[in-house]
């Protein structure tokens, strides 16, 4: 698989339950906070779904 490096560029506030919990099982939270992931199918649909929020890029 793949590795992407996700960053969150987007604050959660006023955002519904399930997108905020999503930014957290990524590993983010704060803005410009930075992790490489494997590109599963899981985490690539749990990015599609905090699209919004993050900026992603191929490693």
Request: no cysteine; hydrophobic share 40%; glycine share 6%.
């Amino acid at each position: 698989m793949a590795k992407v490096r996700v960053t969150q560029i987007r604050s959660t506030i006023k955002r519904p339950k399930d997108q905020k919990a999503t930014i957290i099982a990524l590993g983010l939270g704060k803005i410009n906070r930075t992790v490489e992931l494997e590109g599963t199918p899981q985490i690539m649909g749990m990015i599609n779904k905090v699209s919004h929020l993050v900026k992603t890029e191929q490693v």
